[in-house]
């Protein structure tokens, strides 16, 4: 090898010692890399599996021996890695290795052609008619926060004068644009991800951020919380005069324009009745106070508590706040590392739970209100009675799903669908008459419920329970306003909006009251003591539509919500959920419902006689030709789940966790054979058929049966 001849310049040795600096660099990372891989390995690699009959079968052998947490702790070397030895900023390296979108900003893996947040086709560009930066100064008073100076404290871009019907014309221009209206519910609800955010000055002092609004001229905002202060309780009763017409604050909500002795005194705070029957009979029981949750205004609020009402250090939020900012990989492996400390030693404790199919829901509830302590964070071990699978992965995912599943049903009266858009479920407002026959009363229901998803964030399952982004914002204690009423319901917030945008709205001849359901009958609910006798005005509309909200994001279902709250926390801290928003949230626990079957065959192991086979190429050819249903039923059948880990099919697992990647094996054909699907350990025996009309004929037949049941391996 020949070397350059040396030379004096002094750019030469500036270049000879930036490369000695970079080789020196790459050197340590690789060794870096490959000291994390061997830790994985030998951290998990040959631990004892649950039964013999995994050994005899030989699955360990497609099972690399980590972790989920792994895999993301890879993930972020890798990033880190790349960063320093290209000599890039990590968020150039993102450009590179992902593509971020332009609806919610959530950054995809290359290879995927859509946003896994909000299934956003890559190249698609949002096109914003007029778009706006806003940000409000949020300010913290003993008196309330005033409309007018509301109106004063955000900064506008200048809009485009550009009219509506313009932008759309020039959207047809660029490919595959589209227009903040034509956005679909699961865009709308991923784009309000980055609406609002934490931020701590030099003081130490947290404060919410709101990053930009939709709904300009009702800024109003609200959040939930558990336990709220005395303190917070009276600032958000207040009244206050205010020049020459009385002011009246609905918790945080202002009305002008009464006359001083006139309906002043119908529009202030209703108590809220307690029934004392509703207060439970099981865990709940401790939730009876009428104060334990409230609906608090973020001017009032205190930013610096919990969801639960637990106050974070100073330290602690330091911690916490710029982990919101990173990456969402490099969240997760973050909140991996976290939950795997929760566990319970499988040798200290675990829990083994036999379940009969005809009572799952009901065992379900009952055995996650008597989980107690240390036994909130045990291994579970489920068993169906009169079948013969053992758990090695398959039956608790499978138990997961059909819970969650139940949780959803109709006949459960827990939940009802509430968006037909994008099918997301909120708690049903007549659930204690609708579970009058139900063996659990229904507010330890929802504390079970609550449970249910802290296991299920703590187990790493995903399931199909795709609530509505207002429930996944109470849970994290995230600011709710008019804006989150259009993921609700779209034809309400229309006609909320219409209030807003036009005047002499008493000619609709609207009252503070609203018509519900309840035990089967239609009654009126008054939004304000003796509502249905005030009328709503141009004067009162705001005050009327901030009562709306409270009443349906708020006041006809707060003791469930309540209780579900309560239940997730009783399973895992609420600072590790701090670092998400309300989508990232979802994504978590639902997983992906869309499969992409390219990043399945990529990350499929396949046995040596089945590469570069006939067969293999029949079976890809097949998966892409079955209908996204059956593509979930073939899924289910092979994993027990018919939902994608959040790391894709790289983060199928076997049991507590560990990787194990989908596996297709070639077997001897025989006459009339199918398939076989071993779920725990994802995989199928594949014969090897010597047409492609008998594989295809094999599978299909194998899709009409019932995936669910562990009699077969």
Known sequence: MDFPASSNSPSDGSSRTLWFFGLCASIVLFVLFLGIVNHCYNK?????????????????????????????????????????????????????????????????????????????????????????????????????????????????????????????????LFQKAILPDDLNARQRSARMRKQWSRQIDGAGHVSWKRHFIDSEDFPAAFFVQLNPSQDEMFANHEVEPLDECVVITLRGSIVRGLDKTQDADRLTEPESPVDESDAGTGVYSELKSAKAIAWLDLATGDPNKTVLGTSISEAMWSSLLPLTKLAFTLKYAWFLHQTADLFVPYDELYIKTKVHRSRLFEEALENLLHLDGRALCAILRFQFVGESGLDAGAIQREWYMLVAQAMLSETSGMFIEANRDDHSFFINPNCAADMTESAVHYLDAFRAAGRFIGRALLDGQVLPLHLSPVLFKALLGMPCTLDDIETLDKTLYKSLRYLLDNKHVDELALTFSVTQERAGKLVEVDLVPHGQDVPVTDANKHAYIERMMRHLLFDRIQDPLHALIQGTYDVVPPELLLVFDHKELELILCGQSDIDVDDWETSTVTSSNLKNSAVLEWFWKLVRALSSADQAKLLQYATGSSRVPVQGFQGLTSYDGKICYFTLKGVPYTLGAYPVAHACYNRIDLPLYPTQELLDDAVRTLLLSDPTGFNMQ
């Open 44 to 172: 998990h690699y040959g631990m004892p599996l649950p039964a013999p009959a995994v050994t005899n079968q030989n699955f360990h052998e497609f099972m690399p021996g980590i972790k989920r947490g792994d895999v993301e702790e890879l993930y972020a070397l890798a990033f880190l890695a790349m960063s320093l030895l290209s000599a890039a900023p990590p968020n150039r390296l993102a450009n590179v290795e992902r593509w971020e979108c332009s609806i919610c900003a959530f950054q995809s893996l290359l290879q995927k052609p859509a946003c896994s947040l909000c299934g956003t086709p890559r190249d698609t560009r949002l096109v914003e008619v007029s778009p706006e930066v806003v940000v409000p100064r949020m300010t913290r008073s003993s008196s309330v926060l005033r409309r007018s100076s509301i109106a004063g404290n955000y900064r506008h871009r200048s809009k485009s004068t550009l009219p509506r019907h313009s932008m759309r014309r020039l959207s047809v």
